[in-house]
Structure formats: C-alpha cells, structure tokens
C-alpha cells in the first residue's frame, strides 16, 4: 500500500516527464494555449461566438458557461488558492524560456483548468456539440498547464474537479432556488 509520500514522489516523477516530453510541435503550440487561456481570453471570445451565432441554445450555453466558469474562480482562487499554499514545480525543472511565464501563485489547484473544465462543463449540457469542442480545448489547456511546469498533475485535477463541481452548482442552482421559494 502507498503513502503519501510515495504518491508525491510518483507525482514529481510523472511532472518532470510531462516537461520534458513531447516533439518540437508540442512546445511551439503550448505558448498559443498558454495565451489563449490567459486571463479567460479563451472563454470569453467563445462565448460571445456562441451568443452571436448559436441562437437560443447559444445564448443560453454562453451564460451557462460564464456563469460555471465564474463560480470556478472563485472557489479555485480566491477561496482553495489561499488555503492550500503550494509551491510551483522547481524552475530548474523548466525550460528557461517558459521561466518568464510562471506565476507566482500557489501551485494548487490550478485556477486555469478549473476555468476551462467549468465553462465547457456549463456548456456542454446545453449545446453539446460546443460542449465537446470546449472540452477538446480545456483538457489541452490542463495539460499544457503541467507540460508548461506551472503546475503538477494533481492540481490540474484539483482544478478539474472544481471546474465540474461549479459546473454542476450552477446547473442544478434554479432548481434548488425555486425549493428554497415555494
């Protein structure tokens, strides 16, 4: 049986392989989801897409998205992010020119996948379609999360569970209100 210890080991192992890893194409597309995930640029160019496009359920999946990517972010940075002090994976680990990149936040959870999972995860019941392209682009965008050296696997899956948590909350958020009120 495994300790925790033996689970943090296997954790710096597989995050020193997963910066390390991949051909010449990897790490000249992973500044271009880097940048397209900064600061939500991603999620919210889509969902003015969806709104100006996809009629009804495009609206509907842009403010369902929205709204999940919100809670995300407030449950992953303002509220785990502070509790949960971690440091980043070693620099020395990275290669130097995504040095400049790195945060200097806490490592856990990661704050970009669990705005990526909550925003395709409000999507996705919605318009499903959009929902499965908006997924494609948050799992590329945790993975690049760790391949970047921003983060270890398990924040990326801490984020992921926060992302579909929040995605779920505002889901069933109108139901559970129209209980409170009758």
Known sequence: ?????????????????????????VRRLAPVVQEAAE????????????????GWPGRTAAAAGMAAMGVAQVLSNAVAKPLCRRRRPPAEWVPPEELQERPDSSSFPSGHTAAAVAFAGGVAPVWPAAGAACGASAVMVAAQRVHSGAHYPFDVTAGGVIGLSAAALVRCAPQLLRRRLV
């Not at 495994?2 to 194409?25: F, H």
């Not at 991603?42 to 496009?53: E, F, G, K």
């Open 39 to 54: 600061n939500t640029r991603l999620w919210c160019a889509t969902a003015i897409a969806m709104t100006a496009v996809g």
């Open 1 to 25: 049986m495994g300790t925790m210890a033996d689970l943090r080991d296997g954790e710096r192992l597989l995050s020193r392989r997963a910066i390390g890893w991949g051909p010449p194409w």
